[in-house]
């Protein structure tokens, strides 16, 4: 599948298997700064951003399945799948 996602005026593409590998790529495709990445589509997935989240890393970890390190967990756990991921990302003329 197909989500797009941006920070301030750029906006870029990445294909996944699954919203949370899109969300890890996403993240690591701006060097950890996930503070200010904001979905854009799947419209279905605009309700998981965490743009202007506070404290971010329990919003992070909210969206990656709950619990204590959910989201690191989840980034040490499929990193193959992430970096499959972001070699797809392309970015989206505006």
């Not at 993240?27 to 506070?54: C, Q, R, V």
């Not at 971010?56 to 959910?70: K, W």
């Amino acid at each position: 599948m197909i989500y797009e996602y941006g920070a301030m005026s750029s906006k870029y593409s990445i294909e996944a298997d699954n919203k949370l590998t899109a969300y890890a790529g996403m993240i690591a495709h701006f060097g950890g700064n996930a503070a200010m990445i904001t979905i854009y589509s799947p419209e279905e997935n605009k309700k998981d951003s965490w743009l202007f989240a506070s404290p971010l890393e329990d919003r992070l970890n909210e969206v990656f399945g709950g619990g204590e390190r959910a989201f690191f967990n989840y980034m040490d756990e499929h990193v193959e799948e992430i970096r499959a991921a972001c070699d797809t990302i392309k970015q989206i003329k505006l």
